[in-house]
């Protein structure tokens, strides 16, 4: 199972720390991705990072302000969050992939390639 916390209301230009703790065994076999979903909007791919934490992948929007990275020791993935815009307003959920690569952008924006999700988090920034 996993869970995201860490959101919460910040203003244009703040910064946020997003963590995704995970219970169970065999965490470092699992790709972690984060998506979001803005009000009224498809849930979208933000990023991803490999089992070993090798490999990240990032939309192009927010790849120069979002940044994850992963502590297998203690079962967390982070997704540290600069310099946020009102547009990045919008619950942000972790997922674990643990069937199939993410080298590919089909795969690893695919939701449906996620096999377990957490609860969400909500990030709201304020202008």
């Known amino acids: 199972q996993l869970q995201a916390y860490g959101g919460g209301l910040v203003q244009t230009g703040g910064s946020l720390r997003l963590s995704c703790a995970a219970s169970g065994r065999d965490f470092d076999n699992y790709h972690i991705g984060w998506f979001r979903q803005a009000p009224g909007k498809e849930r979208e791919f933000v990023t991803v990072?490999?089992?070993?934490?090798?490999?990240?992948f990032t939309k192009d929007s927010v790849k120069d302000r979002f940044t994850t990275s992963r502590d297998n020791a203690k079962n967390t993935v982070y997704l540290q969050m600069n310099s946020l815009k009102p547009e990045d307003t919008a619950v942000y959920y972790c997922?674990?992939?643990?069937?199939?690569?993410?080298?590919?952008?089909?795969?690893?924006?695919?939701?449906?390639?996620?096999?377990?999700w957490g609860q969400g988090t909500q990030v709201t920034v304020s202008s």
């Open positions: 990072i490999s089992r070993s934490g090798g490999s990240t």
């Open positions: 997922a674990a992939k643990g069937v199939g690569n993410i080298l590919s952008k089909r795969n690893r924006e695919d939701v449906r390639g996620y096999e377990s």
